[in-house]
């Protein structure tokens, strides 16, 4: 059976049968779960080949997303569509957090005006007027991860929080910074939301004092930032920089099982 597959954004798009003038499509919000099998169709061979795709890049196995994500440093000037973009973001906001503490925010900037500001702020101009700052600082969007540590030590003063023992420690006297941990996993899964709407991203440590940065982008001075992802159509493939001159360590090396 040859079965079409009609394409519309935000749209779960059902499969038509070639010949045939019948098309049926359901709308549903973009962070549905969904899954072939809950199509309401009465014919097991259309429930069994229906696909979820969206616009703009057919849903991908998470393995392969795994696998192509790469860190990409040079991006055309082709605009990012709002439609992946909020997509991308909602994914993002999904990433898990320390007692739900949520206290990553994402300040994402688009505009000419707002990009140049932040590369002003969180770059060296020696940098900026190098051979390799074009490519990256065409990215047409910047997304810069915001954690507030004083959310997670608000939240861990909570009663359900007592045995943590974290009450009432400052945030540079805990073992593990949550924020960090939970702007890391805001990151990834940034990164991971990119590479399956068939964009690429470099995530990228900043440069200069954060806290002017902060304040210049209109966020408060005491939060945290990891660093930032430009996202964007990647002008060039394949590895760059570390990644191009080291090997993947082999994962019989790396993984210890039972003892070290
Ligand atoms: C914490 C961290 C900081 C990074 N900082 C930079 C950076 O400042 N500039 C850059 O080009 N790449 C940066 N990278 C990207 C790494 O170089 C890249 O992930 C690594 O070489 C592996 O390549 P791949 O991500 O393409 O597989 C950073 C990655 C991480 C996790």
Redesign the pocket.
């Known amino acids: 059976m040859h079965l079409d597959l009609v394409v519309l954004p935000d749209l779960v798009v059902w499969p038509v049968r070639t010949g045939r003038r019948r098309l049926s499509f359901q709308t549903l919000p973009a962070e549905s779960t969904f899954h072939p099998a809950t199509l309401p169709s009465r014919r097991p061979l259309l429930r069994r080949y229906a696909t979820p795709y969206r616009l703009y890049g057919a849903a991908m196995e998470l393995t392969d997303v795994l696998r192509r994500?790469?860190?990409y440093?040079s991006f055309t000037d082709e605009a990012v569509d709002d439609h992946v973009l909020d997509s991308i973001l909602r994914s993002a906001v999904r990433a898990p957090s320390a007692g739900f503490t949520q206290g990553v925010d994402l300040l994402v900037l688009t505009t000419p005006e707002a990009r140049a500001r932040f590369w002003s702020l969180a770059s060296e101009e020696s940098w900026r007027a190098g051979e390799h700052a074009p490519g990256l600082l065409a990215a047409p969007v910047v997304v810069v991860p915001i954690a507030d540590p004083d959310a997670y030590a608000a939240r861990y003063g909570e009663p359900d929080k007592a045995g943590s023992g974290l009450a009432g420690r400052s945030p540079d006297k805990w073992p593990v910074p949550y924020w960090t941990v939970d702007a890391s996993f805001v990151v990834m899964q940034l990164l991971l939301a990119v590479t399956d709407g068939a964009l690429g991203a470099?995530?990228?440590?900043l440069h200069g004092d954060s806290g002017a940065l902060l304040e210049g982008l209109g966020a408060p001075r005491h939060r945290s930032v990891v660093?930032a992802v430009a996202i964007g159509h990647p002008a060039c493939g394949g590895?760059?920089?570390?990644?191009a001159t080291r090997p993947r360590r082999p994962v019989a090396e790396v993984v210890h099982r039972e003892h070290w």
């Open positions: 994500r790469r860190m440093r470099l995530f990228f440590r660093g590895p760059g920089a570390s990644a």
